[in-house]
T-cell receptor, first 114, second 114 residues
Framework: KQEVTQIPAALSVPEGENLVLNCSFT??????LQWFRQDPGKGLTSLLL?????REQTSGRLNASLDKSSGRSTLYIAASQPGDSATYLC?????????????FGKGTRLHILP | DTGVSQDPRHKITKRGQNVTFRCDPI?????LYWYRQTLGQGPEFLTY????????KSRLLSDRFSAERPKGSFSTLEIQRTEQGDSAMYLC????????????FGPGTRLTVT
């Protein structure tokens, strides 16, 4: 059974710092890995999607890496801003026969201190 | 295309009442998924459809829950005899029918059972 773990569960950093969020998964048979952002009480905003054959994806100040063989991914946020405060969710997609689902971690709650 | 839409965005109901949520996927997407997210947790898979066929159901989907996707377009999720434990955000997503394609999420329906 696939399990996705995110460390740390919460993180507070001063504005302007670079930071790394970690995600690990137990089954390397994934199609892709995705990072989402979720503001309190809101839906999911997709940040980056990495296909299983890829090693990383970049969008603006965000960079996500994937090491499928070791079951790890990181989300790097450069020059953090107060507007980056949110919960960040890591999720892997598994497709096998009739099964097709995304399995999420519990998220990292990020607070950027002004 | 305006993306995945969900209606209503918020629903407050009394315990024991029935509720129904609607999801409209991106028009060319033939797969549609339902997830549930409780406070402080990541979303959890409930069920998904390939066109009008319901292909997989999580054991989280008790007998009080039923989902349909008539004609392979929009989908409804009904909860009968709601309980306080059903209070959650219900998220819908859609995608094309291959694992490397992204699942696009709607804004969610927040259910509060009093």
């Amino acid at each position: 059974k696939q399990e996705v773990t995110q460390i740390p569960a919460a993180l507070s950093v001063p504005e302007g710092e670079n930071l790394v969020l970690n995600c690990s998964f137990t089954d390397s048979a994934i199609y892709n890995l995705q990072w989402f952002r979720q503001d309190p009480g809101k839906g999911l905003t997709s940040l980056l999607l990495i296909q299983s054959s890829q090693r990383e994806q970049t969008s603006g100040r965000l960079n996500a890496s994937l090491d499928k063989s070791s079951g790890r991914s990181t989300l790097y946020i450069a020059a953090s801003q107060p507007g980056d405060s949110a919960t960040y969710l890591c999720a892997v997609r598994q497709v096998w026969d009739r099964d097709d689902k995304i399995i999420f971690g519990k998220g990292t709650r990020l607070h950027i201190l002004p | 295309d305006t993306g995945v839409s969900q209606d209503p965005r918020h629903k407050i109901t009394k315990r024991g009442q029935n509720v129904t949520f609607r999801c409209d996927p991106i028009s060319e997407h033939n797969r549609l998924y339902w997830y549930r997210q409780t406070l402080g947790q990541g979303p959890e898979f409930l069920t998904y459809f390939q066109n009008e066929a319901q292909l997989e159901k999580s054991r989280l989907l008790s007998d009080r829950f039923s989902a349909e996707r008539p004609k392979g377009s929009f989908s409804t999720l009904e909860i009968q005899r709601t309980e306080q434990g059903d209070s959650a955000m219900y998220l819908c997503a859609s995608s094309l029918d291959r694992g490397e394609y992204e699942q696009y999420f709607g804004p969610g329906t927040r259910l509060t059972v009093t």
